[in-house]
C-alpha cells in the first residue's frame, strides 16, 4: 500500500492596513495556529520549504501584506508558485473594510497609514486599495471587518478551521434613532417612524423595545406587525442571493425617531422571525440604548 500523502495547512492573511489583521493572527494563534505576522514576500519561498519539512499536522497562518516593500513586486508569482505544490494546502484571505471604519480606527490608534506618510490617511487608504485590487481578486475568501467585534472576527476564524473553508455571510441588525445621526455602516435602511410611538404613551415612555409591555404595545397595531411579517419575508428572499454572490458582511439598520421603542422592538422581531440561512450568522445591536 502506497503511504498516505500528507499536506500541510496554511492560511495567508493579507489585506488593507487598519481591517484588523493583528486580531486575525490572535485569533487563529489561539485556536493553535503557529503564526508569523509580517512575513517579508521574499521569505515566504523558504517558509514554505520548512513547512513541508516540518510538523505536516501543525496548521501555520502569516500575515504578507504591503508593509513590506517588495510585496506589491514579488506576492503574485509567489502565490502562484505555492498553489503549484500539492503538499501545501493554502488558503489565502483578504481582509477589507469601509472608507469609514478605516480612518475611524486610524484615527483611535494615531498610528500613521504605511502610505501616508506625506497625504490624508483617507488618501492612504485609498491608494492601497488601489493597488491592492488584483491581488484582493486572487482571493480564496474576502472578508468585511468593518463592524465586527474582536469576539465576531475570532468566531469566523474559528469557523474556518473547523473545516467549513468559508467565511460565511455575517448578518447584523441594527436598531437606531435618526435624531441621533445615520449609522455609516448600513447596507440597507428601514425607516419605521410611520409606525404609532410608545414614547408618547405614559406608562412605555421609560422602557425599550425590548420590554414585553412594548412589544405587546406594538403587535397590537397593524402598521407594525404587518411591516415585520413583510419586512422578514424580503429578507428571506433576500438573505440567500446575498449568500450566493459570496457577501461576508451586511447591516440591516431600522431607524425610528430616537432608537428606543419601535426600531429595537422591530429588530428584536426579525431575529426571531428571519430564517437563518446556511452560511449566515446573526447578531443584534442596539445602537441607541443602554446596555445593548
Known amino acids: ?9 496554511l492560511i495567508l492573511l493579507t489585506g488593507l492596513a487598519g481591517a484588523g489583521k493583528s ?32 510538523d505536516q499536522s501543525l496548521p501555520c497562518a502569516v500575515v504578507i501584506d504591503s508593509r513590506d516593500p517588495e510585496f506589491l513586486t514579488l506576492f503574485q508569482n509567489a502565490l502562484l508558485e505555492l498553489r503549484k505544490e500539492t503538499a501545501i494546502e493554502t488558503s489565502l484571505i483578504f481582509l477589507e473594510a469601509s472608507d469609514e471604519a478605516l480612518v475611524r480606527r486610524f ?39 468593518s463592524g465586527l467585534t474582536a469576539h465576531e472576527l475570532r468566531r469566523a476564524f474559528r469557523e474556518f478551521s473547523q473545516g467549513e473553508r468559508k467565511i460565511g455571510l455575517i448578518v447584523t441588525l441594527l436598531s437606531f434613532g435618526f435624531k441621533h445621526g445615520l449609522p455609516l455602516e448600513a447596507d440597507l435602511i428601514f425607516d419605521v417612524r410611520f409606525i404609532a410611538n410608545p414614547h408618547f404613551v405614559p406608562e412605555l415612555s421609560a422602557l425599550t423595545g425590548r420590554d414585553d409591555q412594548v412589544r405587546e404595545y406594538l403587535l ?46 422591530v429588530v428584536e422581531e426579525l431575529n426571531k422571525r428571519v430564517k437563518i440561512v446556511d452560511g449566515t450568522t446573526f447578531r443584534v445591536k442596539h445602537r441607541n440604548i443602554t446596555n445593548a
Open 23 to 54: 486580531e486575525a493572527i490572535n485569533a487563529l494563534e489561539d485556536l493553535g495556529y503557529f503564526c508569523v505576522d509580517n512575513l517579508p514576500t521574499r521569505l515566504l519561498q523558504h517558509f514554505c520549504e520548512q513547512l513541508i519539512k516540518g
Open 107 to 145: 484615527s483611535q490608534t494615531r498610528r500613521p497609514h504605511p502610505l501616508s506618510r506625506d497625504q490624508s490617511v483617507l488618501e492612504g487608504i485609498l491608494e492601497e486599495r488601489r493597488r491592492l485590487g488584483s491581488i484582493k481578486q486572487s482571493a480564496d475568501h474576502i472578508l468585511d471587518t
Open 1 to 9: 500500500m502506497a503511504a498516505e500523502t500528507r499536506t500541510s495547512t
Open 220 to 265: 397590537s397595531s397593524t402598521q407594525a406587525s404587518n411591516f415585520v411579517e413583510k419586512s422578514a419575508d424580503y429578507l428571506d428572499y433576500l438573505l440567500p442571493q446575498y449568500v450566493s454572490e459570496g457577501k461576508s458582511y451586511l447591516t440591516v439598520a431600522i431607524g425610528c425617531t430616537g432608537g428606543r421603542h419601535r426600531s429595537v422592538f
